[in-house]
T-cell receptor
Framework: QKEVEQNSGPLSVPEGAIASLNCTYSDRGSQSFFWYRQYSGKSPELIMFIYSNGDKEDGRFTAQLNKASQYVSLLIRDSQPSDSATYLCAVNGGTYKYIFGTGTRLKVLA | SAVISQKPSRDICQRGTSLTIQCQVDSQVTMMFWYRQQPGQSLTLIATANQGSEATYESGFVIDKFPISRPNLTFSTLTVSNMSPEDSSIYLC?????????????FGEGSWLTVV
């Protein structure tokens, strides 16, 4: 059974700090990795994707991928209260079949 | 990315009834999918809606319970049949948006169903 694991949280960080969200996956054949943000009562919104080992930066967000260790992480710099949401990690093996984690709830404290 | 609209956004349904959820996309897309997100759970793929042919269902989901239509490249429906409280969930339509990753998917606004 292919799995994606995330700590459910909540992860609480003060405003302005760096939030670090982690995700591990079981399928070594996974090729693409995605982070979605889901506000309470809303549908998931794509934040970033990454498919090569290393870091990928987009504004305050940095995705990190380590295929050898089978983990992917999301760093949020200068965290804002508006970043408070559930962050979903998803992986796929080159098809459109995504495997989602259960998400990590982030709370940014003002 | 495409704009994906779903109707209804929310509904409270009686046990034993069926409800059809509509998904409209503002551009033609090849791949459309239906996901379910039960309370406190991850997103689970129900099926891939194929234009011009039967939907492809994932393990644990069957056509009799979740019939799907895909009459054209911009529209799909998902019916939740003979509902029970266990069907209370968010149902999400999604489309493949291409992008550099090739397999990026985007979600509609979701349909929140509560079965009583």
């Amino acid at each position: 059974q292919k799995e994606v694991e995330q700590n459910s949280g909540p992860l609480s960080v003060p405003e302005g700090a760096i939030a670090s969200l982690n995700c591990t996956y079981s399928d070594r054949g996974s090729q693409s990795f995605f982070w979605y943000r889901q506000y309470s009562g809303k549908s998931p919104e794509l934040i970033m994707f990454i498919y090569s080992n290393g870091d990928k930066e987009d504004g305050r967000f940095t995705a990190q991928l380590n295929k050898a260790s089978q983990y992917v992480s999301l760093l949020i710099r200068d965290s804002q209260p508006s970043d408070s949401a559930t962050y979903l990690c998803a992986v796929n093996g080159g098809t459109y079949k995504y495997i989602f984690g259960t998400g990590t709830r982030l709370k940014v404290l003002a | 990315s495409a704009v994906i609209s779903q109707k209804p956004s929310r509904d409270i349904c009686q046990r034993g009834t069926s409800l059809t959820i509509q998904c409209q996309v503002d551009s033609q897309v090849t791949m459309m999918f239906w996901y379910r997100q039960q309370p406190g759970q991850s997103l689970t793929l129900i099926a891939t809606a194929n234009q011009g042919s039967e939907a492809t269902y994932e393990s644990g989901f069957v056509i009799d319970k979740f019939p799907i239509s895909r009459p054209n490249l911009t529209f799909s429906t998902l019916t939740v049949s003979n509902m029970s409280p266990e069907d209370s969930s968010i149902y999400l339509c999604s489309v493949a948006g291409g992008g550099k990753a090739g397999n990026t998917i985007y979600f509609g606004e979701g349909s929140w169903l509560t079965v009583v």
